[in-house]
């Protein structure tokens, strides 16, 4: 029996530093109403996805700071994603700052959870490339300090065994924003034969050590998620929080990219948009089992180098 999902890339809009959470959870539950009304059965929002984009400013107070995790989830005002996800029947991936205590310590990790169509959580994400700077840098328009607010995610890239659709469980995937442009977060998913990876993003159009690339945005938005889709013979969910938010102008261009490495459907605003496609799981196995069978293809002993070298380096000179 042939498996489909119908998945929402639910894009935000942008999510200003006085907005409540609540108004926030409003809007995403408007989403979720939207794409039950569309006869979906998994809805996929940003990175981040209950506050502003926080890292772009440095904060002296670690309290200022923490005021924009969440200590529980669900929590006080997530709790109603999780009612509707019952009530509609509807999955969701949602992207959020999540503040752990482990052993009297204190952890701050960019997370993101998948939970099922009867409100549980059946995975969670760490998000494992931080960009960005871990020191103030008054020289950029805006800072991006990841690397400062966040410990490294802690997880790998699980994959999940999970039901949203019709005809049988399927095999999902979750990484965030800049971790979609390393080959390496799709392959080790691919390893695990993951059919769906969902990602959610904030990516600003200003990239203010590159600003050449800034023209390119979409066009490599697109190029590593496409790509990341065929080489590993599964779809992939892109989802923006999107516009401009507290003065920086992000990108949308959340898109839902087939295992050929088409998209298939795209948002095509900077505000809340739903973009939804029914996903055969199985379109996956022409890829996985011919052009991309990798135990038949790959060459593990050729690529050790991947593993044990981080940086790049020359060869010598002769
Ligand atoms: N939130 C992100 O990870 N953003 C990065 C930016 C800094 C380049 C991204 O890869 O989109």
């Known amino acids: 029996m042939p498996r489909f999902v119908t998945v929402g890339a639910a894009q935000l809009g942008p999510i200003h530093r006085d907005d409540t959470r609540a108004q926030v959870v409003d809007r995403q539950l408007a989403l979720m109403h939207s794409a039950h009304r569309h006869g979906c059965d998994l809805v996929v929002f940003p990175e981040l996805a209950l506050t502003t984009f926080f890292p772009r400013w440095h904060f002296e107070r670690q309290q200022d700071v923490d ?46 959870i998948l939970v099922d169509k009867s409100g549980a959580i059946v995975g969670k994400y760490r998000k494992i490339h931080l960009p960005g700077h871990a020191e103030h840098e008054p020289w950029r328009r805006f800072q991006h300090l990841e690397k400062r607010y966040f410990e490294r995610g802690d997880l790998g890239f699980p994959v999940f065994r999970a039901s949203f659709g019709e005809g049988g469980p399927g095999l999902y995937g979750m990484a965030i924003c800049n971790d979609r442009r390393w080959p390496e977060t799709y392959r080790v998913m691919g390893l695990q034969a993951v059919e769906m990876v969902l990602i959610g993003y904030n990516t600003p159009v200003h990239n203010p050590p590159a600003p ?15 790509a990341g889709a065929y080489q590993n013979g599964t779809w992939v969910v892109g989802v ?18 087939a295992p050929s490495g088409e998209i298939v459907a795209a948002c095509s605003t900077t505000g809340d948009e739903l973009a939804l496609a029914r996903c055969d799981l199985d379109l996956t196995r022409s890829f996985k089992n ?22 790049a380096e020359p060869p010598p000179e002769r």
């Not at 995790?69 to 991936?93: H, N, V």
């Not at 011919?290 to 940086?311: C, L, S």
């Open 67 to 112: 005021a924009f995790f969440e200590p529980t989830m669900p929590g006080p005002d997530t709790a109603r994603l999780f009612e509707a996800a019952r009530k509609l029947s509807l999955g969701f991936y949602l992207g959020y700052a999540e503040l752990v205590v482990e052993e009297g310590r204190s952890r701050h990790f960019n997370t993101s």
């Open 212 to 226: 050449e690339h800034d023209a390119l945005s979409h066009f490599h938005n697109e190029l590593v998620m496409q």
């Open 240 to 257: 923006a929080k999107a516009g401009c938010e507290d003065g920086v102008d992000q990108i949308g261009n959340s898109i839902i990219v």
């Open 290 to 311: 011919t052009t991309f069978n990798f135990a038949r293809h790959r060459e593990p002993d050729a690529y050790r180098m991947i593993v044990e070298r981080k940086g």
